[in-house]
Nanobody, 117 residues
Framework: QVQLVESGGGLVQPGGSLRLSCAASGSIFGPNVMGWYRQAPGKQRELVATITRGGSTNYADSVKGRFTISRDNAKNTVYLQMNSLKPEDTAVYYC???????????WGQGTQVTISL
């Protein structure tokens, strides 16, 4: 069992920046990948970025070059630095923890990110 607590969402102007955090607790062990997904109203949830314990990253084409995912294994925390934000980035952002060997996912409660004037 893994619990994920997210923070850092809010309202930002286009071109601005925001930093999301997700702290994991519980049965944290073995191969795993942590990441961020987002979902806008009326749309399906989509992958934003993922990162392994070793630091290997993967980004959606829409955010590559603007967003940076990082991980602090000592604190069991994953971060998402979002720069040059666009209105289309507006969505609820969810933290994800995947047990790689069994492909089992845990999800955070989600945090709202709104980019608007």
């Amino acid at each position: 069992q893994v619990q994920l607590v997210e923070s850092g969402g809010g309202l930002v102007q286009p071109g601005g920046s925001l930093r999301l955090s997700c702290a994991a607790s519980g049965s944290i062990f073995g191969p795993n990948v942590m990441g961020w997904y987002r979902q806008a109203p009326g749309k399906q949830r989509e992958l934003v970025a993922t990162i392994t314990r070793g630091g290997s990253t993967n980004y959606a084409d829409s955010v590559k070059g603007r967003f940076t995912i990082s991980r602090d294994n000592a604190k069991n925390t994953v971060y998402l630095q979002m720069n040059s934000l666009k209105p289309e980035d507006t969505a609820v952002y969810y933290c994800n923890y995947k047990r790689t060997l069994v492909a089992y996912d845990y999800w955070g409660q989600g945090t709202q990110v709104t980019i608007s004037l």
